[in-house]
């Protein structure tokens, strides 16, 4: 499994965007990148997955350059409920694999 | 919209006690996992399940863990005799193993051993 490494932290205000780059020197041709969100004393939660360029949801975007070493995860317009934990996680998407969370980038948001 | 339960909230028990953790997964997943949290610490894989046994486990899985399927709805990890370090929050997932393998997780049980 492709080892991830993230800011420990990071402090923003509401209304502004945030990005979190993940990176991921190791990653395999046929590993998916895929961000996991978790409040505090809740599981985790499945944000958002792609596999290269950019991919958006409702939630979310994803940004991955051509080489794939890293990606970004970009929240538009955050507000005090998006304080949680995220998470990169890079892996095959062999139906029932384990989930290998790192120690994920603490997001603040303040008021 | 379909979620996983899981019983009880929070569990206090005494070093050397078995405690059976329950889980509700999402009813038409397939594949059934285990995961714990030891406070300030990551979420670490336990176990996945997949068509009545176990897929994978991890070193933390050892002899004094096991999991069950019940019947048709229930899945559960038992903890033979409950050591201090045990003490942690364990997380039921579920998938479908559908697009993105996406898991879903419950709320999780918080089991203090004192």
């Known amino acids: 499994l492709a080892k991830t490494t993230q800011p420990i932290s990071m402090d923003s205000y509401e209304g502004q965007e945030v990005n979190i780059t993940c990176s991921h020197n190791n990653i395999a041709t046929n590993d998916y990148i895929t961000w996991y969100q978790q409040f505090p004393s809740q599981g985790p939660r499945f944000i958002i997955q792609g596999y290269k360029t950019k991919v958006t949801n409702e939630v979310a975007s994803l940004f991955i350059p051509a080489d794939r070493k890293s990606s970004t995860l970009s929240l538009p317009r955050v507000s005090l409920s998006d304080t949680a934990v995220y998470y990169c996680l890079v892996g095959g998407m062999e139906y029932g694999n384990k989930l290998v969370f790192g120690a994920g980038t603490i997001l603040r948001v303040k008021s | 919209e379909p979620e996983v339960t899981q019983t009880p909230s929070h569990q206090v028990t005494q070093m050397g006690q078995e405690v059976i953790l329950r889980c509700v997964p999402i009813s038409n997943h397939l594949y059934f996992y285990w995961y714990r949290q030891i406070l300030g610490q990551k979420v670490e894989f336990l176990v996945s399940?997949?068509?009545?046994?176990?897929?994978?486990k991890s070193e933390i899985f050892d002899d004094q863990f096991s999991v069950e399927r019940p019947d048709g709805s229930n899945f559960t990890l038992k903890i033979r005799s409950t050591k201090l370090e045990d003490s942690a929050m364990y997380f039921c997932a579920s998938s479908a193993g559908g697009p993105y393998n996406e898991q879903f997780f419950g709320p999780g049980t918080r089991l203090t051993v004192l």
């Open positions: 399940f997949y068509n009545n046994e176990i897929s994978e």
